[in-house]
């Protein structure tokens, strides 16, 4: 197991290196080969059941970290096949002008994406974020257009900002491990959940809120998510699929990571707490702005900072079902946004515009992608029979099985609320009567045909997840904790 | 008369004034009007935090230390500084973007964040091996007057300063509390910093080419 | 010498007397080496001793509005001057009898009645710049208050009295405390408040006599005669008493007498002048190097000495000593 490990270290760097100087088909063939093999690898570290090292320990793959690496991957396997569709240079749009830049970057982001749930160690995880930060950044801005440029300073100051109190986090939750393990060890996550008991709790408490802040800001979380609308309406669709679907969750990750030895060390109250507060912001906000969105991009990021305060929320509740719940929702959302991202992509590609206003009749115009985008967007909304259903279900179930009766009931009024904005844009732009000047025609078969993969795993997940992944995810919960 | 850290020495003495040092130049960058002078700040400061790294090697006798110390002044007094004038040159302007409140509002805000930081960090048990307690209670100054220098400044080059300078806040942090991190790690978050100073330059050069100033005041495009 | 034992009281009248007679000679001393620095020849070290001469023997011209206050102002400043240097360590490191008469928030609020007198008496005449100059003193007073509280704190945080005397041994016990970060933000901060205190660069020109500038100065322009004689020497006073405070409570607290054996005590006299004048000399350079700040910028100025003031007590809340 430890050589899937490498195999995952290597594969998509090398992809990024090659990407550099190769020509626009051959860039395109190995960054999709790149992303299946990547997601395969992932596939073959779901099946077992022990916890794979490598690298004398420096890489670590255990039942949590391989839910992650499964979302990331996923994630990076579809957007190439989206990808390919979408840099069509010959068409001379303005995507021609970066397009080797572009592939390069994407591969080099997703394997810093894929990096950090299997680095071990606290340490190493913050260093595989902050990668994922630069490199993010200049994603977004590779555009050059106005609102690229401003969308990007901020990302990249608020995220750094955010990432450096992050880093302060790791130090002193580096000082609590020092007060038992002595003065210089390697963070390795064994090392430090065995000490966990013994840590001192002012610090752990300290070093737990810094963390959720830090590392909230990337996976935005309100009050902290003010980069996360710009940033992932003006990149190019393929990278915002990716900063929705897999960069949040990966710095969800990482909070979980700090989550596990906080619980060993202080009790659930105070994690509880903390994340809670931060889910409710996240989640009543988000809702509330969905309604009022111009900007199909934006729309969807608003979606991606309620879905995140739900993953928060979930956590909050710290009952067994309620954490498969949240695990099983990191896969599903993974999925659906992806999904969602890759029909609006279709979409501004035939309309020529993100403006609400200016699209009409989507449905009408893309046979294929229209009513797939649909689909995916009710899917957010937690429709069955898609996976976000099972999820959210889940995550309610594990809030009433703890008596968190009002905070279940706030989530699924704020949830409903969040689906009634996505289904008045649903309504307004998607089912009405196509305009006599739109042409009937997909834009890319790999466009459309990244969405029906992302659909089919969601189908999977929400009517019946394959045995070994309902396993995957019993044992993933027990690690954060579930049942002590 | 609290005195939460070990028995007062020279050795520490001299460590706390350069850790106050340290936070005496941050307050010196919420001031200063010109890009140049504010990059000369930070080296200074990056000066001051190489000098603390050598007092950490030296008591403690980590050896490994003192080559974290040569590689962060070369990086961060020198590399880094050199990047941004360079970029400042290029650029031909000058003077910074006006501060969006009067300096001594600023100094007397910054005051006010410092004091809660040194108080936070004053009620924690923290007991180091290598440095006296106050580093760590300037370093927390350091990281929140950062913030306020990020938020009160509407210009690139002044906001990149700030949050390099919030690294020199976390790093004087772990040489207090984490001096025994392995040589490896802290040469990946000397390496990271590099590559977000090139893309923060890289960054504020797209900026400047877009926009042709370095005010942030015309970034209020994306709104709601 | 040894054997001759001086009475505590005798020693306070000499530091007075030594307040009252050097007093000029320092300010002279300071404004020769400021003309050197700028390459002239600069006055006569004695000069201030003339000027305050011949003003004795010049008549005293009164502006018909004013009141008695007018005169009576310059005198009350002047008493003021002559007992702050009871309380403060000019020649002894040892605690005096009317020593413990006033501390350091003591010794402040008398300087602060010396200027509320001369300011006072300065709003008397209805001269728009004399009532210009008092009010932003004024201003700039209230403005560098809190610093001096602050350090003010400092010494009493330190020896939990804030009898300077007190503060001064600390410092003289060993010399890592010199470097002892509180008590050098404490100085930092103290030495400018005296840089505003005795109006030197950058917050008001000894130079010149530009009207927009002047804060301390514009307060003096409609006195003559005795009275104005009184308003020199008591400001030259004012200087050395701050400086006295500067040099034996922070900086360089050595070369008191330790006794009261008249050989130390008048060793002491020359020890201090000394550090007065090197002070002294500092404070020229800096006026010859530095260019005045606008008067709003004063305010940055303050905010500076207050930061470093509430630092210092910062820093020995959590360092302690």
């Known amino acids: 197991m430890g050589a899937v490990l490498i195999a995952i270290l290597v594969l998509p760097l090398a992809a990024s290196v090659v990407c550099l100087k190769a020509p626009m088909r051959a860039a395109k ?6 992303g299946v093999a990547t997601f395969g690898l992932a596939l073959v570290l779901v099946s077992s059941h022990h916890v794979a090292t490598a690298l004398a320990g420096w890489l670590r793959a255990d039942a949590l970290s391989v839910v992650f690496l499964l979302a990331v991957s996923f994630l990076y396997g579809t957007t190439t096949v989206f990808a390919i569709g979408y840099m069509r240079p010959a068409e001379g749009l303005a995507e021609a002008r970066y397009s080797r830049r572009f592939f390069a970057g994407l591969n080099l982001f997703a394997w810093a994406m894929a990096m950090a749930p299997i680095v071990n160690g606290l340490a190493l995880l913050w260093v595989a974020i902050e990668v994922t930060t630069v490199v993010s950044a200049l994603l977004v801005a590779i555009g050059d257009t106005d609102g690229a440029v401003e969308a990007a300073w901020k990302y990249v100051l608020l995220a750094s900002m955010g990432l450096g109190i992050a880093l302060l986090a790791t130090v002193f939750m580096y000082y609590a491990g020092s007060t038992v393990l002595g003065g210089s060890y390697e963070i390795f996550y064994p090392k430090l959940l065995g000490a966990a008991p013994h840590l001192p709790p002012e610090i752990v408490r300290l070093s737990f809120g810094l963390a959720v802040l830090g590392f909230g800001t990337k996976m935005g979380l309100v009050p902290v998510h003010t980069w996360l609308p710009d940033a992932h309406s ?16 990966v710095s969800f990750y990482a909070i979980l990571r700090f989550y596990q ?7 659930p109250a105070f994690p509880r707490d903390v994340l809670l507060v931060f889910g409710l912001a996240s989640l009543v906000l ?4 969905l309604a009022s969105q111009r900007d199909l991009k934006r729309l969807l990021a608003y979606s991606s900072v309620e879905h995140m305060g739900i993953l928060a929320i979930g956590m909050s509740f710290s009952a067994p079902i309620a954490m498969i719940g949240v695990l099983l929702h990191v896969l599903a959302h993974a999925a659906a946004k992806s999904t969602a991202f890759f029909g609006a992509g279709n979409v501004i590609r035939k309309f020529g515009s993100k403006d609400l206003d200016r699209i009409r ?11 797939m985008f649909l689909l995916a967007v009710l899917a957010l909304s937690a429709m069955p029979p898609f996976g976000i259903f099972r999820s959210e279900f889940l995550i309610v179930e594990g809030g009433l099985s703890i008596g968190a009766t009002a905070l279940s009931a706030v989530l699924v009024v704020f949830v409903t609320c969040a689906f009634l904005g996505l289904s008045w844009f649903a309504s307004q732009t998607m089912v009405t009567p196509t305009p006599d000047s739109v042409v009937r025609s997909e834009v890319s078969v790999w466009m459309a045909g990244s969405m029906v993969i992302g659909l089919v795993a969601l189908v999977v997940l929400g009517v019946h997840p394959p045995a070994q992944l309902s396993g995957l995810l019993e044992r993933a919960a027990a690690e954060l904790g579930a049942h002590t | 008369m609290t005195s939460l850290g070990t028995s007062p020495t020279t050795l520490n003495d001299a460590a706390d004034v350069v850790a106050l040092l340290v936070l005496l130049s941050e307050f010196a960058m919420l001031r200063s009007s010109l890009s140049r002078s504010q990059v000369r700040l930070y080296a200074f400061q990056s000066l001051c935090v190489s000098i603390l790294a050598g007092f950490v090697a030296a008591t403690r006798h980590i050896v490994e230390l003192y080559g974290l110390m040569g590689m962060s002044f070369l990086l961060k007094v020198i590399v880094v500084p050199l990047i941004i004038v360079r970029l400042v040159k290029e650029i031909r302007v000058d003077v910074t973007a006006s501060h969006r409140i009067g300096v001594a509002t600023m100094v007397l805000l910054a005051i006010v964040l410092s004091v809660f930081g040194v108080f936070v960090v004053g009620h924690l048990p923290v007991h180091s091996r290598s440095l006296p307690i106050l580093p760590l209670a300037l370093a927390a100054a350091v990281i929140l007057v950062s913030f306020l220098l990020v938020i009160v400044r509407n210009d690139v080059v002044s906001q990149a300063i700030g949050f390099f300078s919030l690294e020199n806040g976390v790093s004087v942090a772990s040489l207090v509390l984490a001096a025994g991190l392995p040589l490896i790690v802290e040469l990946a978050f000397l390496f990271d910093l590099l590559v977000a100073v090139v893309v923060f330059g890289l960054l504020m050069r797209v900026h400047h080419g877009r926009t042709g100033t370095l005010s942030t005041q015309a970034l209020d495009r994306l709104r709601g | 010498m040894a054997g001759i034992e001086l009475a505590p009281a005798e020693i306070q ?15 002279g001393a300071i404004a020769h080496l400021e003309g050197r620095l700028q390459a002239r020849r600069g006055p006569r070290i004695l000069q201030p001793y003339y000027d305050i001469a011949k003003l004795f023997r010049k008549e005293t011209l009164v502006p018909d509005e004013a009141s008695w206050f007018f005169l009576a102002g310059p005198v009350v400043a002047f008493a003021c001057y002559l007992t702050v240097p009871l309380l403060i360590p000019v020649l002894t490191q040892y605690p005096l009898p009317l020593g413990y008469m006033g501390d350091i928030l003591g010794g402040g609020f008398i300087l602060s009645l010396a200027g509320f007198a001369v300011g006072l008496a300065a709003l008397e005449t209805g001269g728009a710049y004399a009532q210009l100059g008092s009010s932003r003193a004024m201003t700039f007073g209230a403005l560098i208050e809190p610093s001096i509280l602050f350090v003010t704190f400092t010494v009493a945080l330190v020896t939990a009295t804030d009898l300077p005397y007190f503060e001064a041994a600390a410092v003289r016990s060993s010399l890592g405390q010199a470097i002892d970060p509180a008590h050098l933000l404490a100085a930092v901060a103290f030495f400018l408040v005296v840089l505003n205190d005795t109006s030197r660069i950058p ?6 006599t530009l009207e927009f500038g002047m804060i301390d100065e514009a307060r003096t322009l409609e006195h003559s005669g005795p009275a104005f004689a009184l308003l020199k020497w008591g400001s030259a006073m004012k200087q050395l008493i701050l400086y006295v405070i500067l040099i034996n409570v922070f900086a360089a607290p050595w070369g008191e007498a330790g006794s009261r054996q008249i050989g130390p005590v008048l060793l002491a006299i020359p020890a201090f002048i000394g550090k007065a004048l090197g002070v002294g000399a500092i404070f020229a350079v800096i006026d010859s190097s530095f260019s005045k700040l606008r008067l709003f910028k004063i305010t940055e100025f303050m905010a500076v000495a207050f930061l470093l003031a509430v630092l210092a007590v910062l820093v020995l809340f959590l360092g302690g000593r």
């Open chain 3, 13 to 27: 009248a000499l530091q007075d007397l030594t307040i009252l007679v050097f007093a000029p000679l320092v300010s």
């Open chain 1, 234 to 249: 003006e990149a190019p669709t393929p990278v915002s699929a990716l900063l929705s679907g897999a960069l949040l969750t």
């Open chain 1, 361 to 371: 009749g989507g449905v009408g115009a893309l046979p294929w992608s229209g009513p």
């Open chain 1, 29 to 34: 063939s190995v960054s999709l080969t790149s």
């Open chain 1, 261 to 267: 030895v906080s619980v060993r060390a202080i009790g």
């Open chain 1, 286 to 289: 988000a809702a509330l702005y």
């Open chain 3, 203 to 208: 917050v008001e020109t000894h130079a010149s």
